[in-house]
């Protein structure tokens, strides 16, 4: 960041200043420097849901995303609360997937608690966690986070990592053999 001196006349012609911070990335250690920030701007960026989809390869490199993921993400709207948790949950496991280098997939690393299904709810309700993705085979997904207000998941799949994730679901909480909504 750079500090700028601005001047100007207000109204009645008093000389006013102020100091604005200008972001500025020149080499490489600039642009590291404001990592965070740019990834701010980037979350404040997006729209809606159809912006959000429209740009999950731009913002979400590490993340695969099944094909009816499109019908959940699509109609979320900027004062719909499960559009921020959205774009908070899918930033918060592309910046994982992004530090993922190596190794095996460690939940205790993400910023929210992720689970895997309970081994009873997988027998009787698995088929309602498969789900198709870009041509692959049919995936059940077994890890989820809880998106919150209300009882929302984003259910994902870190099997093909290091580094890559696919998201199979996002929407309303499935049905557990304890919830069977």
Same mark, same amino acid.
């Given at each position: $960041?750079?500090?700028?001196?601005?001047?100007?006349?207000?109204?009645? /012609?008093?000389? $006013?200043?102020?100091?604005?911070?200008?972001?500025?990335?020149?080499?490489?250690?600039? &642009?590291?420097?404001?990592? %965070?920030?740019?990834?701010?701007?980037?979350?404040?960026?997006?729209?809606?849901?159809?912006?959000?989809?429209? @740009?999950?390869?731009?913002?979400?490199?590490?993340?695969?995303?099944?094909?009816?993921?499109? *019908?959940?993400?699509?109609?979320?709207?900027?004062?719909?609360?499960?559009?921020?948790? +959205?774009? *908070?949950?899918?930033?918060?496991?592309?910046?994982?997937?992004?530090?993922?280098? %190596?190794?095996?997939?460690?939940?205790?690393?993400?910023?929210?608690?992720?689970? &895997?299904?309970? %081994?009873?709810?997988?027998?009787?309700?698995?088929?309602?966690?498969?789900?198709?993705?870009?041509?692959?085979? %049919?995936?059940?997904?077994?890890?989820?986070? @809880?998106? +919150?207000?209300?009882?929302? @998941?984003?259910?994902?799949?870190?099997?093909?990592?290091? /580094?890559?994730?696919?998201? /199979?679901?996002?929407?309303?909480?499935?049905?557990?053999?304890?919830?069977? +909504?």
């Amino acid at each position: $960041m750079i500090d700028i001196k601005t001047q100007w006349l207000d109204d009645i /012609g008093d000389l $006013m200043s102020q100091c604005v911070q200008i972001p500025h990335a020149s080499n490489p250690f600039h &642009v590291d420097g404001l990592a %965070e920030w740019i990834e701010n701007r980037l979350k404040a960026g997006v729209q809606n849901g159809e912006d959000l989809w429209n @740009r999950r390869e731009e913002l979400f490199s590490n993340l695969i995303f099944c094909n009816h993921v499109a *019908k959940q993400i699509l109609p979320l709207q900027p004062g719909d609360p499960l559009f921020r948790q +959205t774009v *908070k949950r899918l930033f918060e496991l592309q910046t994982y997937c992004s530090a993922w280098n %190596e190794g095996a997939f460690t939940p205790d690393n993400l910023p929210f608690k992720a689970t &895997v299904e309970s %081994e009873s709810t997988m027998q009787k309700y698995s088929k309602d966690r498969t789900f198709n993705c870009h041509g692959e085979n %049919e995936i059940t997904f077994t890890w989820h986070g @809880r998106m +919150t207000p209300g009882a929302w @998941r984003i259910y994902f799949d870190p099997t093909i990592g290091p /580094g890559m994730m696919r998201i /199979g679901y996002i929407g309303s909480k499935l049905s557990t053999v304890t919830d069977p +909504t």
